[in-house]
């Protein structure tokens, strides 16, 4: 059963005469109460088994939502989202050239980037951002259609490289308002015994290889912003071969968006790096508790991002969160609004 929020009180009630002593003391207790929840929040937070390759993701179990700043509160109310249609079609003209599988992204003459040219507008006003990744997308041509079609547009999706019809896949997936980026195959601390195919980066791997597998990788398609990992646990912490991979990601213009696994890298690129994986495990109660978690990361440090897999469950309950955390003050963002240089 999905956890449900006690509906807001809409009525206003009759003016009263302030005592300004009680209102000191009351903007005291609620100043304390919030603090008290972050701190809590964070006390709760523990680390936890990556089921797929052993990375630490975040779990959280919490008794309610936290609640959105004052100010934040009161500005969202009454304001109604920007609304942001269709992305422009890809390719976008001077951010291409001839690869091994199809266009591969360069920087245009002009400096335009993919990073920034494929992106989801944004407009930052303020309120704590949330960010939602779901990946593991076009290798299930139904649930990935349900994902474009369900999902609130400022979610960012993620597709595989393997995907059969990948670029009609994003070109669905950005006309309905979705910004997208492709996972690259890493290795895995099991690997061979776990393979995430014929394209995969590995340790092993010189640079000149390893450029080879990115120039077929990141060819399949174009109109993406940024690119994702998919596993990766050994491949993220070494140093040559992450040292090859960002030269790639610099020289094309193209950012990367990790799923929490090198959340300590730079690299001169733009990044991003999720808190919370929200679907760990595959249940309804399990997925509020850690878009909840999601929550109060956002809150203590004014934006936070989060991923999961297009499972239908999965969708089904971000889109009834979508709705109700816009009420509590929060603000649904793409994960490029979250991106910065990291040298």
């Not at 079609?89 to 591969?104: D, E, F, Q, S, V």
């Not at 309120?127 to 076009?138: M, Q, S």
């Not at 349900?146 to 059969?164: K, R």
């Amino acid at each position: 059963m999905m956890f449900r929020k006690p509906a807001l009180q809409t009525a206003a009630p009759a003016p009263v005469q302030a005592d300004p002593g009680a209102q000191k003391k009351s903007g005291l207790a609620l100043a304390g109460a919030a603090l008290f929840f972050v701190t809590a929040a964070a006390a709760l937070l523990a680390a936890r088994g990556n089921p797929y390759d052993g990375a630490p993701v975040v779990r959280v179990h919490v008794s309610g939502a936290p609640a959105a700043p004052a100010a934040a509160a009161a500005s969202a109310k009454g304001a109604a989202a920007a609304t942001v249609g269709a992305l422009p079609p890809a390719p976008i003209a001077g951010l291409t050239a001839p690869g091994p599988g199809g266009l591969l992204p360069i920087i245009a003459s002009d400096g335009r980037a993919s990073w920034q040219a494929y992106a989801r507008p944004f407009a930052d006003d303020g309120r704590p951002k949330i960010a939602l990744v779901i990946g593991g997308l076009g290798l299930n041509a139904d649930m990935t259609r349900q994902a474009i079609a369900n999902l609130p547009p400022e979610v960012t999706l993620s597709f595989s490289p393997y995907a059969e019809s990948l670029q009609e896949l994003i070109d669905q997936a950005r006309l309905a308002g979705h910004e997208v980026m492709i996972e690259i195959p890493m290795e895995p601390l099991d690997y061979p015994d776990t393979d995430p195919g014929p394209y995969t980066l590995t340790t092993s791997a010189q640079a000149g290889e390893i450029g080879h597998r990115m120039d077929w990788l990141m060819s399949r398609a174009t109109g993406y912003f940024a690119v994702t990992n998919a596993f990766g646990a050994r491949f993220l912490t070494q140093e040559k071969p992450m040292a090859a991979f960002n030269q790639v990601l610099r020289q094309r213009g193209v950012a990367f968006v990790d799923d929490g696994q090198a959340a300590n890298r730079g690299g001169g690129v733009r990044r991003a790096s999720a808190a919370v994986h929200i679907d760990a495990d595959l249940d309804s109660a399990a997925i509020d508790k850690q878009l909840l978690a999601l929550e109060a990361q956002a809150l203590q440090s004014g934006g936070a991002v989060g991923t999961g897999a297009g499972y239908p469950l999965t969708v089904s309950q971000v889109q009834h969160w979508a709705t109700a955390v816009r009420d509590r003050g929060y603000v649904l963002a793409p994960a490029s609004a979250l991106m910065a240089l990291r040298p």
